[in-house]
């Protein structure tokens, strides 16, 4: 797959999102990868001589692409019955009823499919329940991460680190100044937290994503902390659709009115003001107190380090192993990954939507 060349890479920002085209020398219309940044996520398409159409990673909008999702986050997956879509049977599960009438291929991880001309693959991610890479090869190895997470996840495969030729990767803790701690450690501190506010008389309420870090505080509450949680109707939802996979979560509640006796209650990010926190007062008869389970701090609650991306150490180390000798960054600190792949490894590194960026003379 032809995906770079002195040409350099064409810029047009019109009335949406910069569009970036990696044009091949070899190619007659643009083929390459095309990025999108729309408030973050990556919408990329990969052309190649081989392919009869462009196969589409995350795209947002269109009509009649070929579409792989990577996971079930709304910003990565919004179907559309004008495409066709390719994802995981999990992501498939999460996604629900917004598939339906939908033309989808599910296809399980490893596993090989052709997509116009293309073989393609799903490889682990690490982020959430059924999120994947996505490896395309043609006459060369391309493999678009979309989000990531490295270590020892907690509900879901670890990350897969395959070799390729050309690495797309997200950059969103892409600076040196994200460096999380152990995640064993995050967890001794959270359940540490949870007793002693428990001790105290008082409801804890734990506010994270509703899909993915809401089934691990489900799951660290129920398994390590002995508590049976009381969770918001979202996360109910999802949680159902984790067990239905086989990840057990252990025992929770749905949050109602009937909400007296509850120890620790668990909310998406969304949800979480003075409001909710009264309003569990009033419910409960005892007062409430708020953590936040992210890996962006938030001044205004007690703050645990928890994300399901990866931290720049753990970016850097993808890179690093996956032998990709050209690498674009996107999301995030994507600017700021590439120029630390380049000085400490090494590497020919560039921002995928760079709008200062006309051509790729510093690739050769």
Same mark, same amino acid.
């Given at each position: 797959?032809?995906? #770079?060349?002195?040409?350099? $890479? ?18 007659? !219309? ?41 996971? @079930? ?12 879509? #390719? ?7 999460? /996604? ?18 052709? *997509? ?16 994947? =890479?996505?490896?395309? +090869? ?14 020892? %996840?907690?509900? *879901? ?47 804890? *309420? ?8 809401? !089934? ?7 398994? /390590? ?41 668990? $909310? !998406? ?15 409960? &008869?005892?007062? @409430? +107190? @708020?953590? $936040? ?5 938030? %001044? ?13 150490? &753990? ?23 590439? #120029?630390?792949?380049? =000085? ?21």
């Amino acid at each position: 797959m032809q995906v #770079f060349s002195r040409k350099g $890479v064409e810029v047009r920002a019109g009335h949406g999102p910069l569009e970036a085209v990696l044009r091949s020398r070899l190619a007659k !219309q643009a083929p390459g990868v095309s990025a999108r940044a729309k408030h973050g996520p990556l919408e990329a398409v990969l052309r190649s001589r081989l392919a009869k159409q462009a196969v589409w990673v995350d795209a947002l909008s269109g009509r009649d692409k070929d579409v792989l999702v990577t996971h @079930a986050h709304s910003d990565h997956a919004q179907p559309r019955k004008a495409n066709r879509y #390719f994802m995981t049977p999990a992501t498939a599960a999460l /996604l629900g009823k917004r598939l339906d009438g939908m033309s989808v291929e599910v296809k399980g991880f490893g596993e090989s499919f052709s *997509v116009n001309g293309l073989k393609a693959r799903f490889l682990h991610s690490g982020h959430i329940l059924g999120s994947a =890479q996505v490896e395309l +090869v043609g006459d060369a190895r391309v493999v678009v991460s979309s989000d990531v997470l490295g270590g020892s %996840p907690l509900l *879901v495969p670890p990350l897969e680190v395959p070799e390729c030729d050309v690495l797309v990767v997200e950059s969103t803790f892409g600076k040196p100044e994200y460096v999380f701690p152990s995640r064993s450690q995050v967890y001794e501190d959270l359940i540490r937290w949870v007793h002693e506010v428990n001790a105290a008389g008082k409801v804890a *309420v734990l506010a994270g994503h509703a899909l993915g870090k809401a !089934q691990e505080l489900t799951f660290l509450v129920s398994n /390590l902390c002995g508590e049976v949680p009381f969770v918001s109707r979202e996360i109910f939802h999802f949680n159902s659709v984790y067990e239905s996979q086989g990840v057990r979560l252990g025992e929770y509640v749905l949050l109602d009115a009937d909400c007296a006796h509850a120890r620790v209650i668990i $909310v !998406q990010l969304p949800l979480l003001n003075e409001s909710l926190l009264d309003l569990v007062r009033e419910r409960t &008869g005892r007062p @409430a +107190v @708020a953590a $936040v389970a992210s890996g962006w701090r938030n %001044p205004r609650y007690r703050h645990f380090v928890l994300s399901d991306h990866a931290d720049f150490n &753990g970016l850097m180390e993808l890179v690093r192993a996956s032998g990709a000798q050209k690498v674009f960054t996107y999301h995030g600190f994507d600017a700021e990954l590439a #120029f630390h792949l380049r =000085q400490r490894l090494g590497i020919l590194a560039r921002p995928l939507a760079e709008a200062e960026q006309t051509d790729l003379g510093a690739f050769r």
